[in-house]
């Protein structure tokens, strides 16, 4: 059972469990489609590749986590690099056979867009974790926009399911218009949300990541202009929810409105945050970092439900 516990951890079940949600309710309630064998591979493909992301992740970083999380450690600690490299590459690859089990079902030449997109997804994932992580801005680039796709596939995936026949496309043609505004509001919410969590992760994390000589924004740029970027980041992330909670309750949709102005909220607390470590210096500690990841985390969870009340 511990080993168990451990190999959930190991693959942040709950972030994935966040990113199966995402999907799902980009496609039933943004979309308006029904359940389908083929996006639930779909589903299933990017869980997976993103599960087999977090394990080579945590094999390159191993050095890393010694520093910045040693009671955290999970390779060679409790499983060997072996095993977890035999999870890796057994996840990917389960992953990528379930996009193209996806794409054959689904029986349209088009659909190998999304089947290359997810072999893509799968190879930026290992580079990010043994080349792209240490670079200058790239690496928190990558995992932001890796989030963002997670949001976005289900409407590409529908779009190319009714490609297949004219009469599908002109049936819904319209439905599909009026969902693309709500599928891109939440996609640069997934997106600006991760990029902000990622820049905070790397303040948190600046003593591990400096003896590893990764070159984030604080360790390139200093401490000072990373908490600019996230405030100012912040500020735009927050007016880009408060206006959409707007737009949402123009269509009336209230519940969803009160959900993203509280997600706005928590991304204000980070701005706030910031502010006071900004003037005071010796406040600058690993638990006020940790405490706005903690913030941003629940914010993107609060965006992602506010779909459930969207028919």
Not at 144 to 150: E, G, H, T, Y
Request: net charge positive; proline share 2%.
């Amino acid at each position: 059972m511990k080993k168990l516990g451990a190999f959930f951890k190991l693959v942040r079940w709950p972030n994935l469990l966040i990113t199966m949600l995402m999907m799902c309710l980009v496609y039933h309630n943004l979309v308006g489609m029904s359940s389908t064998i083929g996006f639930t591979l779909l589903v299933i493909s990017m869980v997976l590749i993103q599960a087999g992301g977090y394990v080579i992740n945590d094999i390159f970083d191993k050095e890393i986590d010694e520093i910045n999380k040693p009671d955290k450690i999970i390779v060679d600690k409790i499983f060997t690099e072996k095993q977890c490299n035999f999870f890796y590459w057994t996840l990917t690859i389960i992953g990528v056979a379930c996009a193209l089990a996806a794409t054959l079902l689904m029986n349209g030449s088009k659909f190998i867009t999304v089947f290359g997109c997810m072999v893509l997804l799968a190879c930026i994932l290992y580079t990010y974790s043994q080349t792209y992580k240490k670079r200058l801005v790239i690496g928190n680039l990558i995992v932001s926009l890796s989030v963002a796709f997670a949001v976005f596939v289900p409407w590409l995936f529908v779009m190319l399911y009714l490609a297949k026949e004219d009469a599908l496309l002109d049936n819904y043609d319209g439905m599909m218009h009026l969902s693309l505004p709500l599928v891109l509001i939440y996609t640069a919410f997934a997106f600006l949300l991760t990029l902000i969590r990622e820049i905070v992760k790397d303040m948190q994390d600046v003593k591990g990541d400096g003896r590893s000589h990764c070159r984030t924004i604080p360790m390139v740029w200093g401490m000072n202009v990373a908490q600019i970027i996230v405030i100012v980041l912040s500020f735009v992330t927050c007016a880009m929810i408060w206006n959409a909670a707007y737009y949402f309750s123009e269509l009336g949709f209230r519940i969803t409105y009160y959900m993203l102005y509280a997600s706005g909220v928590l991304v204000f607390f980070v701005i706030g945050n910031n502010c006071i470590l900004f003037a005071d210096k010796s406040l600058k500690t690993e638990k006020q970092f940790r405490l706005q990841s903690m913030w941003l985390k629940l914010s993107m969870l609060i965006g992602v439900l506010s779909m459930i009340f969207i028919k």
